[in-house]
């Protein structure tokens, strides 16, 4: 899809994000980092520099922007960069807020960001598991729904139906999330009764559009999705990823929340390049049914879906 924000927007917007995450500081640095990378990548502006930008008031960003459509996305962006302070402060959290309010509307996310202020980590988490509690059904395979949601014990026949793609071509989508899943020495979805459904689709969708399931390709997938289709599921998708990997507060007994991933070398640049593959991509290919797709080439795939290869 082309980027919702258009380029006769892309300075203003810019300068409301910068000004919405300056606390008399201009920003963390790792704020900065990904602002920035965000100009290069996503908004290809490089020669809009984060720290040169005029502020802009709540008000007079409301004033600008006026399609409800291209609100949306900008809270967004202000709740993305919200997340990447650490820590999360009671200035940001309100600061935030101010910007997202003047620009129409609250949301999941700003929720979230005020638990994480005001009540913790352990309150956040139970709000996301809340918040985002009609959104897992939106994520799994729909074909599997039925059947493979939340399984007790394992089912053995679910795991040797997909191990058997691997039969199907080193070309095919199949063969090469199989391949996904050995290299990561992961356990296919049917030996692992965790969320059969869920974990196939989401997977599915990480081999399609190339990334690995490394913290910063967790991230940019989910970037790369929201880009693609700017729906609701996807948008929770990309929060649950910062909530697990920028805020760190989605944990559980299988998995330690990361924080400031977005700061590590290379990564924010990553990020970036997700949200302009995603852009160019023309499907939503979070709600098709993969099992259909196994047996194509993955490439013919991406070609058709308009997946550009990645640069970083």
């Known amino acids: 899809m082309p980027r919702i924000i258009p380029d006769e927007l892309v300075d203003l917007t810019v300068s409301t994000l910068a000004s919405a995450i300056d606390v008399g500081d201009g920003g963390t640095e790792e704020q900065r980092l990904v602002l920035q990378a965000m100009v290069d990548g996503y908004f290809e502006r490089s020669d809009l520099r984060v720290g040169q930008l005029k502020p802009l008031s709540p008000e ?22 919200e997340f990447c302070r ?10 935030t807020e101010r910007y997202a309010e003047a620009l129409g509307g609250h949301g999941p996310g700003l929720d979230l960001a005020r638990s994480l202020v005001n009540d913790g980590a352990a309150r956040a988490l139970l709000d996301y598991r809340r918040i985002t509690g009609w959104a897992r059904r939106e994520w799994a395979e729909q074909s599997m729904l039925m059947s493979y949601e939340h399984l007790e014990e394992p089912d053995h026949e679910l795991a ?15 063969y090469q ?28 969708n990480h081999v399609i559009a190339g990334y690995e399931p490394s913290a910063i390709d967790e991230i940019s997938l989910s970037a790369f999705l929201m880009a ?28 330690e ?11 924010a640049k990553t990020f970036a390049e997700a949200f302009r593959r995603g852009a160019k991509c023309s499907v939503d290919f979070t ?18 879906f308009g997946i550009e290869p990645r640069r970083c």
């Open 60 to 81: 007079v960003a409301a004033q600008a922007i006026e399609d409800e459509t291209i609100r949306h996305r900008v809270r967004q962006f202000l709740v993305l960069l």
């Open 160 to 174: 040797a139906l997909l191990e058997s793609f691997h039969e199907l071509g080193e070309d095919t989508l199949g």
């Open 177 to 204: 999330y199989v391949e996904f899943y050995r290299r990561n020495n992961m356990v296919l979805p049917g030996d692992d009764p965790s969320q059969p459904a869920f974990f196939f689709s989401h997977d599915m």
């Open 257 to 267: 929340g990361k924080t400031s991933v977005l700061a590590r070398e290379g990564a």
């Open 287 to 304: 709600q098709l049914d993969h099992l259909e797709l196994a047996t194509r080439p993955l490439e013919e795939v991406r070609r058709e």
């Open 86 to 95: 650490h820590p999360l402060t009671n200035e940001q959290a309100t600061l």
């Open 228 to 255: 693609a289709a700017d729906t609701d599921a996807n948008w929770m998708m990309l929060l649950t990823s910062l909530a697990a990997y920028e805020a760190g507060f989605l944990t559980s007994e299988a998995f």
